[in-house]
């Protein structure tokens, strides 16, 4: 049986402002409230903005805010339903992302069958998460997930084909394909294009041969503690269901966009790090330590840079951070850790916090693979597919109930 199938996907109708629909991922600008307020203040009533917990509010919020909020996501996927917003696409969708930078992402609109996906170091799934995960950051998820109707994905899984595989033949043939969406995305996101793919059953038995007989297929790259919020809700939820509901139980299958793992248009980007409310020559003292090697770390505080000599191999550099981290962490309660998508943003969050910026090697996407079928998972945040503008907009729905 194939791991991955021909998804039921839901897209608002002819009508609807899909430059003020789609919203970037939430996991997104953690640390800049700007970049939310400006967001909320460009959607209207009909957004994917209100069907989604942006990570930024969690901070400080009570339970009762919370509540609230997801109270309101599920209401409103409801009054979405009930107004016939949408239509349905039962094929793959074939997505054109250019970037920011004027590059081009070619991805597939897929369902994962989540019988196959552990996030957990294991090497019988045959979709693997890529990084650990944080467990605390999946109550928040599942808890939305437990009462709502829709689901929407900001998830990109690789497949580790040639550089001229399978994706990239079916976009030479774009032109064939009906468009179903084609607009510039909000914030900066760049423009995005969307085609249904007319011979999804072909495309699904390319797919499936490219990787038959491997024990690991996909990757999920990013959007990882959604998939798994996604899998833990479904091992609550198959409980209760007999062997026939749960083979056909929309909810056990989860949406994500395909990508190759070496096309052109695919780049991996350092996740850097802040680290909020410690001395600084504590900070740095304990870091040069506890690092050596032929490569380096750079750190900033208050507009200075100092360098901290690190090994040559990115990998090596991001374990040794996550552990070190950790430890630090628990020496030091009082400090707190953020992770940050791009060299500017790093720039304007330590400006406006006083944090220490520690600025993450960039890991080579050709050692993506090798790693996780060896070590299992890499440390969390090790690396991103794109800048922070770069990442999945949500776009597409489905229904999970």
Known sequence: MSTILIPHLLLPRKGCDFNKWAVIACDQFTSQRDYWQRLDATCGDVSTLRLIFPEYYLGGADE???????????????????????????????VERTLPTGGVRVGLVVAIDLEEY???????????????????RLPIRVRIRRGAALELSHALALVDDSPEGVLERLYQKRAELPLLYDFELNMGGGHVRGYRVTDSPAV?????????????????????????????YWDELRQDLDPVAAAHHPARYCTCELVNLNAEGLTFHPIHRVVYDVDFDAFLAALSQRFAGEGRLDVR?????????????????????????GDFCRSHPQAKVDYIHGEAHLESVLQATHGIGVLMPSMPKNALFPYVAAHGILPKKAFSLGEAEEKRYYIEAKLIR
């Open 301 to 325: 505080y208050e507009g200075r840079t100092y360098t901290v000599p690190a090994p040559s191999d990115p990998t090596r550099t991001i374990e040794q951070m996550a552990a070190f981290l």
């Open 118 to 136: 552990d996030y957990r170091p294991s090497r019988a799934a045959k979709i693997r998460a890529t990084e650990a995960t944080v467990e605390s």
């Open 204 to 232: 699904l038995a390319a797919l499936d041969n490219l990787v038959a007989g491997k024990e690991f297929q996909y990757a999920v790259g990013d959007g990882n503690h959604s998939i798994a919020a996604a899998k833990t």
């Open 64 to 94: 009762a805010a919370i509540d609230g909020r997801v109270a309101a996501i599920h209401a409103r996927m409801e009054d979405y339903l009930a107004a016939d917003l949408f239509e349905q696409v039962d094929d793959f969708v074939l």
